[in-house]
């Protein structure tokens, strides 16, 4: 690996100043386990990397009543996991992190590199937009706050500006009428990332939903909300039948990936029926009923 110099400020603004003073030569290193690979395979070269590790605050998770939830970028995956907080208030997402990658990856690696690194075969991404995200970013010119389905741009690209640095990530209340549900689909069981996943929440207003938010992950350059079904499925009892045609706007609506792990076909079809099955679950219907 090529020469480069470890900076580890205590503060923020320290560390927002070396971004500043270092432009394009320097990087964010926060967990290290996608930066050090992207180094090794010298798709990054930076001459100074700036260690997060030291802004504890950066770390923290935190819930009120009114405010809800916050975790800070630096969080580990297990510590989201982990949280009682989270399995308490938000069990669709201590499950996503509980679940994704392995044991190793869940202690190193951050909730803030996952988002920012915006790799595609990935989990939190999808799930954190369904649940109505918001993520608190640091630059030059102070802080803003953005929706997280505006943060995922792209491939490989994300909302951050040059010299900015991903600081928490917020959830609104929890609202006990909100259901969530999440599916990833993994290529083989010996693999770790997901080939293709699919999260819905929705608000239960009798034997109906409305504020249906379908987003699916991984099989797209970055999560892609799947409008066409969301206004579907609001306001219509859910039958198996119902389940079926949302999954059918949704493989219309699909724009996915080919890549080595799955062609476009192939992800299509796994994405089809992942939202079959995460309605009709989410329902409370038994989605073999209905399979081939
Ligand atoms: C074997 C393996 C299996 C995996 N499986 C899964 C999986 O199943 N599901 C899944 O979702 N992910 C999976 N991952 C990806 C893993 O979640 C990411 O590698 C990880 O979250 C990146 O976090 P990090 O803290 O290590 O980031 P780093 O490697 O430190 O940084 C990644 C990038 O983000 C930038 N960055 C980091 N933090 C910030 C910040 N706060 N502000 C601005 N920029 C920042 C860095 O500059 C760098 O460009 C897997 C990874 C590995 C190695």
Known sequence: MHSFEFMEPTTLAEALRLLATHEDDACVFAGGTALLLAMRQRMMVPEIVVSLGRLHDLRTIGWTPAGGLRIGALARHGDVARSELVQQHYPMLAGVAAGLANPQVRNQATIGGNLCYADPATDPPSCLIAMGAEVTIAGPDGERRIPMRTFSVDFFTTALEPG???????????????????????????????????????????????????????????????????????????????????????????????????????RRQVVRAATRRIVAEAAGLDWKETAA
């Open 164 to 266: 900015e640095i991903l600081t928490g990530i917020l959830l609104p209340p929890p609202d006990p009428q909100r259901l969530g549900h999440y599916r990833r689909h993994l290529r083989t069981a010996a693999e770790h990332r997901p080939v293709a996943n699919v999260a819905l929440t929705a608000r239960r207003v009798g034997s109906a939903w409305d504020e249906v938010r379908l987003v699916v992950g991984a099989a797209t350059p970055s999560p892609q909300s799947m409008t066409r079904a969301e206004a579907y499925l609001a306001g219509r009892a859910i039958t198996l039948d119902v389940a079926a045609e949302a999954a059918s706007l949704v493989a219309e609506e699909l724009a996915p990936i080919s890549d080595g792990r799955g062609d476009a076909a192939f």
